[in-house]
């Protein structure tokens, strides 16, 4: 896997990323399509997202929990914009409750399309957030982990 | 307040936007409160679109942020709030950046399902 770019734009609160996958676009697409496989990279491996529901269909809700370390759910739902197997998929994202209802009334963006390269699968990225207070919140949920993980790579590096 | 730690090419910005006479005022200007692109415009003897390109210099350095307010682009010296965005920004790039590690490991993992023949 090769990152090619990423440009982050701190007035649109935006990140627009490339990367490269030595994989079929099958393969790519399945990673979001299937939820268990989803579940296996959406969150890190002790901060791990649970989907509840989930159905890659335009207007379909999908729901989905991270659960902390210290076993604090946090709730998160998709609403499935537009589908374009194997190849395109737009989301709109929020905060949520166990019942996946909406928390705040304000969504982000995410669009993800995939299309072979060099004999490969490009997937390009758009996450959008609606506000910086929303952004940061969401970042809450798996910081802790990314810390931990930087701490113990300084430990192996010790 | 913490400040983040700026790289070379951020610094370089910085100083580039502050080494003008008309940028700096324009900072000052934007500190009182949000103006507008226009009124900003109005103190100087020289076109809206010079301007605006100063702005985007200052915005570019981090200096200023922009929003949109119905047809006006509101101008503010908020170095703090852009700050945060590119902390925030940041740390999604991170999260992406692992949640892309680990797709790309579950696409090493072999078929355990077995093939369906």
């Known amino acids: 896997?090769?990152?090619?770019?990423?440009?982050?734009?701190?007035?649109?609160?935006?990140?627009?990323?490339?990367?490269?996958?030595?994989?079929?676009?099958?393969?790519?697409?399945?990673?979001?399509?299937?939820?268990?496989?989803?579940?296996?990279?959406?969150?890190?491996?002790?901060?791990?997202?649970?989907?509840?529901?989930?159905?890659?269909?335009?207007?379909?809700?999908?729901?989905?929990?991270?659960?902390?370390?210290?076993?604090?759910?946090?709730?998160?739902?998709?609403?499935?914009?537009?589908?374009?197997?194997?190849?395109?998929?737009?989301i709109e994202d929020g905060f949520g409750d166990a019942d996946g209802n909406p928390l705040t009334d304000k969504t982000g963006q995410l669009r993800m399309r995939l299309f072979e390269h060099d004999g490969g699968t490009r997937m390009e990225l758009h996450d959008q957030f609606p506000s910086l207070e929303q952004m940061e919140e969401m970042l809450e949920m798996g910081m802790e982990e990314g810390l931990r993980q930087a701490v113990g790579q300084m430990d192996g590096l010790l | 307040m913490v400040v983040d730690q700026l790289t070379e090419a951020e610094i370089d910005r910085v100083f580039h936007a502050l080494a003008d006479a008309t940028r700096r005022d324009l900072l000052r200007r934007a500190a009182d409160g949000e103006l507008s692109v226009s009124r900003l415009a109005d103190g100087y003897d020289m076109s809206f679109a010079a301007v605006q390109k100063h702005v985007a210099v200052l915005g570019r350095a981090g200096l200023v942020t922009k929003a949109r307010h119905g047809r006006e682009q509101l101008v503010r010296t908020d170095p703090v709030a852009v700050a945060r965005a590119r902390r925030a920004l940041d740390a999604l790039e991170a999260t992406w950046r692992e949640r892309l590690g680990r797709m790309a490991d579950q696409l090493d993992t072999p078929n355990t399902q077995g093939d369906p023949r």
């Open chain 1, 1 to 90: 896997m090769t990152v090619t770019t990423i440009d982050k734009d701190t007035e649109a609160l935006t990140l627009t990323l490339v990367a490269d996958f030595a994989a079929p676009v099958d393969a790519v697409w399945e990673l979001w399509a299937d939820p268990r496989k989803l579940e296996r990279w959406w969150g890190p491996p002790t901060y791990p997202a649970t989907f509840v529901e989930h159905d890659l269909t335009p207007g379909a809700l999908v729901t989905y929990f991270m659960t902390s370390p210290e076993g604090n759910k946090h709730y998160g739902w998709w609403r499935i914009g537009t589908v374009d197997a194997p190849h395109g998929l737009t």
